[in-house]
C-alpha cells in the first residue's frame, strides 16, 4: 500500500486515502484546430492549410480520407458552397474580410487502452497526490486526448478536505491541475495544485531545482536549494559495480519521426540535469539492477536518458539505448495510413510514451507550499523494483 508521513523517520506508512475514477467513454469527443486566414494574393486551399500545418498531427490522407468532408469542416464564410470544401481557395474566400476562421473537426476515435483508477496518496485544500498507475499518460497529447490524468481529474467533483475554510473558500470550484509530468509508462506519485497558489509555488518549486543544476557549487548547496525532492525505483540493465554515482550529463533534443517538438536524448549542447543514482540490489544471474534515483532537476525522460547514458538503459525501454541516445530508426519511415483515430499519424518507431520499461515515482519530500510544513509521501512499489528484503518483510506482515 502507499504511504504518508510528515517526517522521515517517525510513523510506519500509512495506506492511500482512497480511489476514484470513471471509465472511459468508447469514443472521445475529437478535436476541434481553430484557425484564422487572412486574405492575401496567394491562392491557399483548405488541404494545403491543414496539411501542411498539423503535418505532424495527421498525414494527407487524414485529412482528404474521410468519407464525409462536410463533417469535419465548419467554415462561417463558405456557407452555401457545397460539400467540396477541400478546394476552397482560402486568399479569395478571405477577400471579402481581412481575416475568417476556419475550424477543422478532427472526428472522435477510440483511444488505445488506459487504466482510469486513481489512487489519493495525500490530500488537503491546497493539493492532492495520486498515485498514477502505467499506461496513463497525464495531459493530453497524439492518441490520448480524452485518456488522461487531467481529464479525471477534471470528471471528478471535489469537496474540501477540512471544514475550518472560509465561506469563499467553500463555495469556490476545485479542479486540480498537475503540476509536473510523468512518462505514460511510469508509475506513482504525481502532484497536483487546487489553488493557483499552490500551483504557483509548486511550480516554482520544481523550476528551482532545475535552475541550480547547472551550479558547480557542489551537492550540498543544490540539496539547500530545493524545496522539493523527488526519488524513484528502476530495473536497469547490467550488474552496476559503484554503490553510489552521479550523473550530470546535459539532455537537449534531436530530430526524430514521430516527435514534432524532437526527441530528449543526452546532448553536450543541452541544458544541464543532474541524477544521484544508488543501487539496491544487484542481480547478477539476470545481469540487472534495482537503484533509486534522486533527481534534482526535472528534464523530460531524465532519469531514462541519464542511466541509458551511464551503459544501464531501462528494463524493457523499447526507445532508449546505451548512450542515451534512441534505438536505430529509419529518419524517413513513417505510417501513411489514417484509420479510424481521427487522421492520427502512428509512429513507425518507438516513441517516449510507449510503455514496457520499470520506473516508479516512490517518493516525494517537499515544504507544504501554504503552511511550509514538512510533507512525506510514498507510493507503495511494485514487486518488479522491490528487493527481496523488502518482499520478505511484506510477507511477514500479511
Not at 490522407?61 to 477541400?86: D, E, H, K, T
Not at 544541464?272 to 547478477?284: G, I, M, N, T, Y
Amino acid at each position: 500500500m502507499a504511504a504518508v508521513t510528515t517526517d522521515h523517520h517517525s510513523s510506519p506508512p500509512l495506506p492511500s486515502l482512497y480511489s476514484f475514477g470513471v471509465p472511459w467513454p468508447d469514443l472521445n469527443e475529437g478535436l476541434l484546430y481553430t484557425d484564422v486566414v487572412r486574405s492575401t494574393g496567394n491562392a491557399t486551399t483548405l488541404i494545403e492549410l491543414y496539411s501542411s500545418k498539423y503535418k505532424n498531427s495527421a498525414p494527407l490522407q487524414g485529412f482528404v480520407g474521410r468519407r464525409n468532408p462536410s463533417r469535419i469542416f465548419s467554415l462561417s464564410y463558405c456557407f452555401g458552397i457545397g460539400a467540396n470544401m477541400f478546394s476552397c481557395i482560402l486568399g479569395q474566400l478571405a477577400s471579402k474580410n481581412s481575416q475568417s476562421p476556419v475550424v477543422y473537426h478532427r472526428l472522435p476515435w477510440k483511444e488505445p487502452f488506459a487504466p482510469y483508477v486513481l489512487q489519493v496518496l495525500y490530500e488537503d485544500n491546497d493539493m492532492v497526490a495520486i498515485n498514477k498507475p502505467s499506461g496513463l499518460q497525464v495531459l493530453p497529447g497524439g492518441l490520448f486526448q480524452q485518456r488522461t490524468v487531467l481529464m479525471q481529474l477534471q470528471w471528478k467533483e471535489w469537496n474540501k478536505v477540512s471544514s475550518d475554510c472560509s465561506k469563499r473558500q467553500m463555495t469556490q470550484e476545485t479542479h486540480p491541475v498537475p503540476v509536473h509530468r510523468l512518462g505514460r509508462g511510469t508509475s506513482g506519485i504525481l502532484l497536483c495544485a487546487k489553488t493557483k497558489l499552490a500551483k504557483t509555488r509548486l511550480s516554482a518549486y520544481f523550476a528551482n531545482g532545475t535552475a541550480f543544476a547547472g551550479d558547480d557549487g557542489g551537492e550540498m548547496e543544490l540539496s539547500k536549494a530545493r524545496r522539493i525532492s523527488k526519488v524513484y525505483r528502476a530495473l536497469v540493465a547490467g550488474v552496476i559495480e559503484r554503490d553510489e554515482f552521479v550523473i550530470k550529463q546535459p539532455i537537449g533534443t534531436m530530430h526524430y519521426p514521430g516527435v514534432a517538438k524532437g526527441l530528449y536524448v543526452a546532448s553536450s549542447s543541452g541544458k544541464p540535469a543532474f541524477s544521484k543514482v544508488q543501487v539496491l540490489e544487484r542481480d547478477a544471474q539476470r545481469n540487472q539492477a534495482v537503484v533509486q534515483v534522486e533527481i534534482h532537476s526535472g528534464r523530460p525522460h531524465q532519469i531514462r536518458i541519464h542511466l541509458a547514458f551511464a551503459g544501464h538503459p531501462l528494463i524493457g525501454d523499447p526507445l532508449y539505448d546505451i548512450g542515451g541516445q534512441p534505438k536505430a530508426f529509419e529518419p524517413h519511415s513513417s505510417c501513411d495510413c489514417a484509420a479510424d483515430d481521427g487522421g492520427y499519424q502512428k509512429p513507425v518507431q518507438a516513441v517516449p510514451g510507449d510503455c514496457g520499461y520499470y520506473l516508479h515515482a516512490y517518493q516525494l519530500f517537499l515544504s507544504h507550499p501554504v503552511t511550509n510544513k514538512r510533507i512525506e509521501i510514498t507510493a507503495s512499489l511494485p514487486p518488479t523494483l522491490q528487493t527481496q528484503e523488502e518482499r520478505d518483510q511484506e510477507n511477514l506482515q500479511r
